[in-house]
């Protein structure tokens, strides 16, 4: 075991030339991983996690990463163990938490699409929603394989991955114990109470917002969020500076753009179909066009992405064929434990078996007709699913798996299948219905490939071995897919979707792009601007994708996180000298993890309790405040105090 206390600064920075990082456990060391009691743990956190981020999700239409909260009830289960005699290793509570956090990225997938088919008058059956929800599981985690060593190894201090970070940090911290621990576990505390103010006792806002004086309909606002604050810290100023500027760009000029171009127009612009954009809000306009634009600009930075990516992708692939030449002509190789993965032969036979039981099986995409048209929507689930696999690792590296923007690169698998069908002439309801479980697969594999690449970088800092941690995901999607397709057709019975209680708002969006492109009325000149926006990037040396990542998630989500980065700038460069900077760097990211962790605990308490009650908890309200100019005042007043506090104990001394 490593005798140093905690991760190190080579956690968070590229190596030096000719040296690689050294985990927390070294290679040559034997603990116990992959055993029983973890995959266990995992499985059984997975199952209560994921029911609870399908009604969040179909709430509100986001999920959050279970990685930290499943991490840290793991090790306050091995404390329990430990106490009773059975003690634990940090790889195992790293094993649990990854098999554990597999389940949320199923839920996003699920709850992105699948409501439109009940919104359709379909009602998908528990076997094909299953089924959906494995295959996409598995084409993620498979389509990540070839790409761990590159992602996670060579960009190591380049890709962040902060929740993959974030979930070391606290794993470490626990191991270690003394001063670096309260760090974590104060943030944790921390976190979950001023989430526990906004969200359960509804005591003051989760957000605010302000509308400028000029020009009409720019908007201001900020999601009063210590996890996105945190996430902030993590990422630094670079990445969150270029995010809040793709946000900016959105609420600042393109909204009053379309509210001063919509001014003299007498019928609404479709999407829309009933209010015209001069009688439109800030939020409606962007609901309504915005995002067009922002799902534009995220495909296009993707395909930039790809394209760049490449090289690195061949490069992978090649050594791995050189492996199983080496294996096949008997030439050992030796791999320490720590870069072993699963054997790509593995990796292609599992691919190729998902893709042919999809054209094959009749019950996976439902009533679409022969088997042409389930070939044609199988080969759509490889192509997408391998492009966004490649995306979403890369976007999730630099804003974390809450921010991924899944839906942004659904749209853009529908608007390609779609278009598919079209040319084909499949644009009835059996059609749509095709497009979007395709949708739903791509979806998932997206969703899932951003959670693996950020437990890998977990396992990368920690010292794990890759095979034991990408069974592990393949375990804990095929537990969890069954229980989280319950809860959703159990929410649906309940409720219903597009309710007020469960609008389902992602998918309500994804049918209306299918709806557009199938009856040939989908705006392609939103999403032509979004490709514009994404080339001008590139053009003029802009990081596109985290960039366009911005236009597309409302600035209230950028803002918090701009600051946590401006914050650690400030910290960093107002240090006397590289070790203070360092005891600075060190103390906040403990608390931004602690943050994430703590948010994350009781955003899956409120959804767990919503699911139990039918409802959210009703909490005090923001009444007593009076007036909504105080309730925001307030919410400021209480964030900024939170600010304050975090800057304090990053800038304390090491007690």
């Known amino acids: 075991m490593s005798a140093r206390k905690g991760l190190g600064p080579g956690a968070f920075e590229p190596p030096p030339p000719g040296r690689s990082y050294e985990p927390y456990v070294p290679a040559a060391a ?53 106490a009773a005699g059975r003690k634990g290793t940090i790889l195992e509570a790293n094993l649990s938490q990854t098999v554990g956090s597999a389940s949320s990225s199923l839920a996003s997938g699920i709850i992105f699409t699948l409501p439109a088919l009940f919104l359709w008058g379909l009602s998908p059956s528990l076997l094909q929603m299953t089924m959906l929800a494995m295959c996409g599981g598995l084409l993620g985690i498979l389509f990540m394989v070839p790409l761990r060593q590159f992602l996670i190894h060579r960009e190591h201090g380049k890709l962040p991955y902060p929740e993959g970070t974030a979930c070391a940090e606290v794993l470490v911290a626990n191991e270690t114990g003394g001063g670096n621990a309260r760090f974590v576990f104060i943030g944790l505390a921390a976190g979950a109470a001023f989430k526990a103010l906004t969200s359960w006792a509804r005591a003051i806002p989760d957000s605010v917002h302000a509308a400028l004086p000029w020009p009409r309909k720019a908007e201001l606002g900020m999601d009063l969020s210590p996890a996105l604050f945190g996430v902030g810290y993590i990422l630094g100023i670079r990445i969150a500076a270029v995010m809040v500027g793709g946000g900016l760009l959105s609420w600042l000029v393109i909204i009053p753009l379309l509210d001063w171009w919509g001014a003299g127009r007498t019928l609404p612009l479709y999407p829309e179909t009933q209010l015209l954009m001069t009688d439109m809000s800030p939020a409606q306009l962007w609901t309504r066009y915005v995002r067009y634009i922002g799902a534009g600009a995220v495909a296009a930075a993707g395909i930039i992405t790809l394209v760049r990516s490449l090289p690195v992708m061949l490069d992978s692939f090649r050594i791995g064929f050189d492996q199983l030449r080496d294996r096949r002509d008997q030439v050992p190789v030796a791999v320490p434990r720590t870069a072993r993965d699963l054997p790509l032969r593995f990796v292609g036979i599992g691919v ?50 809450t921010s991924n923007p899944t839906s942004g690169m659904t749209i853009a698998a529908l608007l390609g299948t779609a278009g598919i069908f079209l040319a084909f002439g499949w644009t009835d309801l059996s059609g749509k219905a095709a497009a979007i479980t395709v949708g739903c697969v791509v979806a998932i594999a997206a969703s899932i490939s951003g959670d693996t690449s950020q437990d890998l970088k977990t396992g990368y800092l920690l010292g794990a071995t890759p095979r034991h941690q990408q069974v592990g995901e393949l375990v804990g999607v095929l537990t969890s897919a069954v229980f989280v397709c319950l809860a959703v057709l159990l929410l649906a019975e309940t ?73 650690r700038w400030w910290a960093e460069r107002s240090a006397q000298g590289a070790v203070e900077a360092g005891e600075r760097r060190e103390r906040g990211i403990l608390l931004g993890s602690g943050f994430v962790g703590g948010e994350g605990l009781l955003g899956v308490a409120i959804a767990g309790a919503a699911f139990v009650l039918g409802r959210r908890p009703l909490g005090l309200g923001t009444g007593w405040l009076g007036s909504d100019l105080l309730a925001t005042l307030v919410g400021l007043t209480a964030f900024t105090a939170f600010a304050a506090w975090f800057v304090l104990q990053v800038y304390r001394s090491g007690r």
């Not at 991983?33 to 994921?50: C, D, P, S």
């Not at 909260?69 to 430990?82: D, G, I, R, S, Y």
């Not at 391998?386 to 999730?396: C, G, L």
Request: net charge neutral.
């Open 30 to 82: 034997g603990l116990a991983e992959f055993t029983f009691k973890a995959i266990g743990l995992g499985i059984v956190f997975g199952i209560v996690f994921g029911a609870a981020n399908a009604y969040l999700g179909l709430r509100a239409g986001l999920t959050i990463s279970t990685s930290i909260p499943v991490a840290v009830m793991t090790v306050a289960v091995f404390k329990a163990l430990q």
């Open 352 to 401: 190729v078996t998902i893709v042919a039981v999809l054209a094959v099986v009749p019950v996976a995409f439902g009533e679409v007709g022969g088997v042409g048209i389930r070939l044609v929507a199988a080969v759509c689930v490889a192509v997408f699913a391998f492009f966004f696999v490649t995306v979403a690792s890369r976007i999730v590296g630099l804003v974390g798996v």
């Open 495 to 567: 409720f219903g979707f597009g309710s007020t209680e469960l609008p389902a708002p992602q998918a309500t969006l994804m049918k209306l792009v299918i709806d557009g492109v199938l009856d040939q009325s989908l705006p392609w000149g939103l999403v032509a601007v979004g490709i514009g926006i994404a080339v001008a990037c590139e053009l003029l040396k802009i990081p596109s994708l985290p960039f366009a990542v911005g236009v597309y998630l409302p600035v209230s989500t950028m803002t918090p996180i701009f600051l946590g980065g401006l914050i």
